[in-house]
Nanobody, 124 residues
Framework: QVQLVESGGRLVQAGGSLRLSCVASERTFGIYSMAWFRQAPGKGREFVAAISSRSGSIKSADSVKGRFTISRDDSKNTVYLQMNALKPEDTAVYYC?????????????????WGQGTQVTVSS
């Protein structure tokens, strides 16, 4: 069982930056593909970005391309989401997810493990 703990969410002004972190309990973290999703009030869970094991492949949603960057540090069992040029519509709870079979897509149901989420609020 992989436990994921997100951190870094807070209130920020539009145009600002944040870096979210997600630490995994699993010592074989490096074999998992990792992803970030978000869920705004009254909306479904939305794919943000994903990164394969060994950082070989990265996929991002069109809505965040050029602004958000996903990365990972396997020595720290951590995946990051660097968010720049934040907009009020980025306001959501951000979740990290892990998949042990290398899935790198947008279907939330394909990911095996989820964190509890961290709140990001962007004020205009």
């Amino acid at each position: 069982q992989v436990q994921l703990v997100e951190s870094g969410g807070r209130l920020v002004q539009a145009g600002g930056s944040l870096r979210l972190s997600c630490v995994a309990s699993e010592r074989t973290f490096g074999i998992y593909s990792m992803a970030w999703f978000r869920q705004a009030p009254g909306k479904g869970r939305e794919f943000v970005a994903a990164i394969s094991s060994r950082s070989g492949s990265i996929k991002s949603a069109d809505s965040v391309k050029g602004r958000f960057t996903i990365s990972r540090d396997d020595s720290k069992n951590t995946v990051y989401l660097q968010m720049n040029a934040l907009k009020p519509e980025d306001t959501a709870v951000y979740y990290c997810a892990a998949d042990g079979l290398g899935y790198l897509g947008e279907e939330s149901g394909r990911y095996d493990y989820w964190g509890q989420g961290t709140q990001v609020t962007v004020s205009s």
